[in-house]
């Protein structure tokens, strides 16, 4: 399975057999998974706390770490897509529609190459 071969329909359903199976729906509502996305995010945090942006390159090039924090992004991900089951919400659609508000509030001749407007300062005093 990869990015390039895999809809986000089919990952829903490996998710939801997964939860089905297990019968773990009553656990699985929106607070519950809301809650797993947060905690699961901040284990993944717990990675990248004290590296230095310039250690980042070897912290990435260390297996062991890599495929934990691997398994940090599928933990995250697989609850995402648990809590898009349970709202019925269309995540395909959802990214799109929050693409196209970005791209109404951040438009590229303003934004290319920095994150603030121009004549605004950048938190780093530029």
């Known amino acids: 399975m990869s990015d390039e071969s895999v809809t986000l329909a089919a990952l829903r359903k490996v998710v939801a057999d997964f939860v089905a199976q297990r019968e ?20 993944l945090m717990e990675h990248f706390q004290w590296v230095k942006s310039d250690e980042l390159p070897a912290l990435l090039a260390d297996e062991a770490r ?42 590229v001749e303003q934004f290319r190459g920095r994150y603030f407007k121009p004549g605004e300062h950048d938190a780093r005093g530029g």
Do not use: F, G, Q
Request: with cysteine.
């Open 66 to 107: 890599r495929a934990a924090i691997t398994d940090e992004i599928a933990d995250i991900t697989c609850y995402l897509l648990a809590l898009a089951n349970v709202l019925e919400i269309d995540v395909s659609t959802a990214l799109t529609d929050k693409m196209a508000k970005n791209a109404a509030k951040y438009p």
């Open 24 to 43: 773990w729906e009553c656990y699985h509502d929106a607070k519950n998974l809301a809650m797993s996305i947060a905690i699961e995010t901040a284990e």
